[in-house]
């Protein structure tokens, strides 16, 4: 991956004008009249405009209503010449939002197959929008202060600007409720640093605070206090007409970069040193069956890792077998599927769970019942999965007369943006392997072209101690 990421689109670059596709306009997503009155606030303050998710009781969970509103907006804005900077934020002080209503789905397959059907159209929309912010022709920047899962995830996930607090709490937590990591995570988490996003993607593991940045799922880490003074800088900015996306992208980033405030002294980087190594030892199994056996090694070894394992292994076992086995073929799948194509994808994943019992039965028995004890589906347990492929088969075949109509063109293989982010490993070991620069060198050379950006220099001295080391003549080697 190249430090100045390639623009892979050109609905990327140019006019800031919406590519919207002709022969799907019809599929545009309206309001009903039962929907909620204000279950989203939509603001304007010179040329920025905002996108609030107004349901703080419910940790701003997502809903239909609240998908039918923001999509038009976000239509209109891309063809506005009056609308420079789109921000999405959550209201209250907990959560930009928690994820889908996944209660009312679960509901609504109870009640047969047109309550299914219900469903699936549900997260027909919702996948329309993520795909429509994932290749949005005007800035984006989405506020992850608070809770920020599942759904909120795929309003946040795929912006050029992730902004995290010190109230960040990040998680994609399906595979606890028999489903899978959807909203594009499936184009996310598998192209993130070694095997952590499959770690995440089937563990349902938390990453808080400042770790959410270190990990790359953020690009800024703001404290929240600042947040307030950040947005009225935002709709200070003016673009010249003549500007392209790439250049108004470029003043956004450094006017964000003016309200950081530094990085917590007190709270070490979560996935680095020994525990990314048995991360990346584990989880970059070929099989289930493997990464299970892997950690029992590793748990057996009574080593200082040996308690992740442990523990890593019994929540890996209270997960339905089916959606685990899922998941795990989804993260090997999806390095290879374009933006585009994940979102169709998971359409057709997500249509296949909600007529399989695992994703009702989990989210009745932990959100509903809250008996913490879901009877999953045959095969129950992961011992008892004998044919893994004739168990995920069904669920990654395509049916193209189903296959989701998008509400743009947009497409790419690779985030046009990841320049934003902090270094990924895979540019640090760009660097290295040209083997011209000794480690101090490849430490200094990111932090030049990153201009300083704070958190540069301690995820470079993170990887190099893990990955690399000085050869002859002090050069560094990559492992």
């Given at each position: 991956?190249?430090?100045?990421?390639k623009?892979?689109?050109?609905a990327?670059?140019?006019?800031?004008?919406?590519?919207?596709?002709?022969?799907?306009?019809?599929?545009q997503?309206?309001?009903?009249p039962?929907?909620?009155?204000?279950?989203?606030?939509?603001?304007?303050?010179?040329?920025?405009?905002?996108?609030?998710?107004?349901?703080?009781?419910?940790?701003?969970?997502?809903?239909?209503?609240?998908?039918?509103?923001?999509?038009?907006r976000?239509?209109?804005?891309?063809?506005?010449?009056?609308?420079?900077?789109?921000?999405?934020?959550?209201?209250g002080?907990?959560?930009?939002?928690?994820?889908?209503?996944?209660?009312?789905?679960?509901?609504?397959?109870?009640?047969?197959?047109?309550?299914?059907?219900?469903?699936?159209?549900?997260?027909?929309?919702?996948?329309?929008?993520?795909?429509?912010?994932?290749?949005?022709?005007?800035?984006?920047?989405?506020?992850?202060?608070?809770?920020?899962?599942?759904?909120?995830?795929?309003?946040?996930?795929?912006?050029?600007?992730?902004?995290?607090?010190?109230?960040?709490?990040?998680?994609?937590?399906?595979?606890?409720?028999?489903?899978?990591?959807?909203?594009?995570?499936?184009?996310?988490?598998?192209?993130?640093?070694?095997?952590t996003?499959?770690?995440?993607?089937?563990?349902?593991?938390?990453?808080?605070?400042?770790?959410?940045?270190?990990?790359?799922?953020?690009?800024?880490?703001?404290?929240?206090?600042?947040?307030?003074?950040?947005?009225?800088?935002?709709?200070?900015?003016?673009?010249?007409?003549?500007?392209?996306?790439?250049?108004?992208?470029?003043?956004?980033?450094?006017?964000?970069?003016?309200?950081?405030?530094?990085?917590?002294?007190?709270?070490p980087?979560?996935?680095?040193?020994?525990?990314r190594?048995?991360i990346?030892?584990?989880?970059?199994?070929?099989?289930?069956?493997?990464?299970?056996?892997?950690?029992?090694?590793?748990?057996?070894n009574?080593?200082?890792?040996?308690?992740?394992?442990?523990?890593?292994?019994?929540?890996?076992?209270?997960?339905?077998?089916?959606?685990?086995?899922?998941?795990?073929?989804?993260?090997?799948?999806?390095?290879?599927?374009?933006?585009?194509?994940?979102?169709?994808?998971?359409?057709?994943?997500?249509?296949?769970?909600?007529?399989?019992?695992?994703?009702?039965?989990?989210?009745?028995?932990?959100?509903?019942?809250?008996?913490?004890?879901?009877?999953?589906?045959?095969?129950?347990?992961?011992?008892?999965?004998?044919?893994?492929?004739?168990?995920?088969?069904?669920?990654?075949?395509?049916?193209?007369?189903?296959?989701l109509?998008?509400?743009?063109?947009?497409?790419?293989?690779?985030?046009?943006?990841?320049?934003?982010?902090?270094?990924?490993?895979?540019?640090?070991?760009?660097?290295?392997?040209?083997?011209?620069?000794?480690?101090?060198?490849v430490?200094?050379?990111?932090?030049?072209?990153?201009?300083?950006?704070?958190?540069?220099?301690?995820?470079?001295?993170?990887?190099?101690?893990?990955?690399?080391?000085?050869?002859?003549?002090g050069k560094?080697?990559?492992?």
């Amino acid at each position: 991956m190249p430090l100045t990421a390639k623009v892979m689109n050109p609905a990327f670059t140019g006019s800031t004008k919406a590519k919207m596709s002709t022969s799907e306009a019809p599929e545009q997503i309206k309001e009903l009249p039962g929907d909620e009155k204000e279950d989203v606030l939509f603001d304007t303050l010179f040329g920025l405009r905002t996108i609030e998710l107004n349901r703080p009781t419910a940790l701003n969970a997502l809903n239909g209503s609240m998908v039918r509103k923001i999509v038009p907006r976000l239509q209109e804005w891309a063809k506005s010449d009056m609308a420079n900077v789109v921000v999405i934020k959550g209201a209250g002080e907990k959560a930009l939002c928690a994820g889908g209503d996944v209660t009312s789905l679960a509901k609504d397959n109870k009640l047969g197959e047109e309550g299914q059907q219900r469903s699936i159209d549900y997260f027909a929309q919702e996948y329309k929008l993520d795909h429509l912010i994932a290749t949005y022709t005007k800035p984006y920047v989405a506020i992850m202060d608070g809770i920020t899962m599942g759904g909120g995830v795929g309003l946040s996930l795929h912006a050029p600007f992730r902004i995290a607090t010190e109230k960040t709490l990040f998680a994609m937590p399906e595979t606890t409720i028999g489903f899978f990591p959807d909203v594009g995570a499936s184009f996310f988490l598998p192209r993130m640093a070694g095997s952590t996003g499959t770690y995440l993607a089937l563990t349902s593991e938390r990453l808080k605070g400042v770790d959410v940045y270190y990990a790359g799922v953020a690009t800024h880490y703001i404290h929240s206090t600042s947040l307030p003074a950040l947005e009225r800088r935002l709709a200070e900015l003016r673009f010249k007409d003549y500007h392209s996306l790439d250049e108004r992208l470029g003043l956004i980033d450094s006017t964000i970069e003016e309200y950081t405030t530094g990085l917590p002294h007190d709270q070490p980087m979560l996935l680095s040193g020994p525990l990314r190594k048995s991360i990346d030892a584990c989880f970059s199994a070929d099989t289930v069956e493997e990464l299970i056996k892997r950690l029992s090694k590793q748990a057996a070894n009574n080593r200082s890792n040996a308690q992740w394992a442990e523990k890593t292994l019994l929540a890996l076992k209270l997960r339905s077998p089916t959606s685990l086995h899922v998941t795990f073929q989804q993260m090997k799948l999806g390095r290879k599927w374009s933006i585009k194509e994940a979102f169709q994808r998971e359409h057709q994943i997500a249509s296949k769970f909600m007529r399989h019992p695992d994703f009702t039965e989990g989210v009745h028995a932990l959100l509903i019942r809250k008996d913490k004890s879901p009877a999953w589906a045959e095969p129950s347990k992961l011992e008892d999965v004998k044919d893994p492929a004739a168990l995920t088969t069904p669920f990654f075949e395509v049916e193209e007369g189903k296959r989701l109509k998008l509400l743009t063109e947009g497409n790419y293989n690779e985030y046009p943006h990841w320049r934003f982010g902090l270094p990924h490993e895979s540019q640090i070991e760009e660097v290295v392997k040209k083997g011209s620069r000794t480690i101090p060198e490849v430490v200094s050379y990111f932090v030049r072209e990153k201009r300083g950006k704070q958190g540069v220099k301690e995820v470079v001295e993170e990887v190099l101690a893990r990955r690399a080391y000085s050869a002859e003549g002090g050069k560094a080697a990559w492992l």
